[in-house]
């Protein structure tokens, strides 16, 4: 069988590594232009380039893959299958009708739940104990095409969205595997999604990191899970000679009594020097934090290096929704 890779994020590496020492012919790897990354904008190649480089598989990199001229590039390799896994462009109906076997995609959710750019990161954010890995025939919407093979997974209760993403890349392969064999004849399979079940997890956006100090203690803790790798969970703070922004990186639920209805994001500073923030059910004892443009570090040496106290309160500061 003869395969054609498109991916581009290090959730894909694991599926191409795979692939590579599977009895298939891997025709090259198809990923994202090289980007400008870090402080320096410095052009850095996708993780999918990378391990195809590796390899020494074919690499193309079309800015659009619905250009005619990208088209015709992977028209000429005749690909039986192409696999698709985290490979951030929609495929036309051009290249979805190129390989007699189609175009499988590679999903870390529950098909229909969780459709869209993040759905790991969503799964965590609204606290979900299971997920897992669809396998699919993608069509022209997003994430709507028919179920080859799942495979759940339970969420445990200190998984974030680098954790999580590791286990259901690590298991995506030979599930993909298995759907491959199904198809050496053509399509594998398949039966469709239940689409009244469906449910959207869209790319996240900076303000979704914004904490809540009203909300439950157990959401605010899942929505610091679920943007650990972005944008992460944030909030602010007013000290004498400025507001500063404190980024949330690890944080525990806790019993702590509030005897006088003190509001959400009201700091209390224990004699044991454990940073407690109420929130509108229950409170959270601040682990790790990271105060803006600083490295991260644990709640003490916080303290020690920031004039908080007891009784000060952090606060969310309104942003524009679209940043």
């Not at 590796?54 to 028209?75: F, M």
């Amino acid at each position: 069988m003869k395969i054609l890779f498109m991916g581009t994020s290090e959730f894909a590496v694991p599926t191409l590594e795979k692939l590579v020492t599977a009895d298939f012919d891997l025709l090259g790897v198809v990923t994202q232009p090289d980007r400008p990354s870090g402080r320096g904008k410095r052009l850095t190649p996708p993780p999918v380039k990378v391990a195809a480089n590796a390899h020494n598989l074919p690499i193309y990199q079309p800015e659009k893959v619905r250009r005619r001229d990208s088209i015709r590039v992977l028209r000429k390799l005749e690909p039986d299958v192409i696999v698709v896994v985290a490979f951030g462009q929609i495929l036309p109906k051009s290249v979805l009708e190129l390989p007699p076997c189609g175009c499988l995609n590679v999903h870390p959710s529950l098909l229909p739940k969780y459709r869209g750019a993040a759905p790991i990161q969503w799964a965590l954010i609204n606290g979900e104990t299971e997920t897992g890995v669809t396998i699919m025939l993608l069509d022209e919407g997003e994430d709507t095409g028919d179920i080859i093979l799942q495979e759940r997974v339970p969420i445990d209760d200190q998984d974030n969205a680098a954790t999580l993403s590791d286990r259901l890349a690590n298991l995506a392969p030979s599930l993909l595997i298995q759907a491959l064999r199904r198809a050496s004849d053509g399509l594998p399979p398949h039966c469709p999604q239940n689409h009244a079940a469906a449910t959207h997890a869209p790319r996240l956006t900076k303000a979704v990191g914004q904490i809540d100090w009203q909300q439950p203690a157990d959401q605010i803790r899942n929505l610091v899970r679920g943007t650990s790798i972005w944008p992460g969970a944030y909030t602010s703070a007013a000290l004498p000679n400025d507001d500063l922004r404190l980024k949330i990186i690890a944080c525990t639920a806790v019993d702590y009594p509030n005897p006088e209805h003190l509001p959400g994001g009201t700091v209390q500073i224990t004699s044991d020097k454990e940073l407690i923030v109420l929130s509108g059910k229950g409170a959270l004892r601040l682990d790790r934090v990271q105060p803006a443009n600083k490295k991260e570090m644990d709640a003490g040496a916080f303290l020690n290096g920031y004039r908080l106290q007891t009784g000060d309160r952090l606060f969310r500061k309104e942003t524009s929704t679209h940043e």
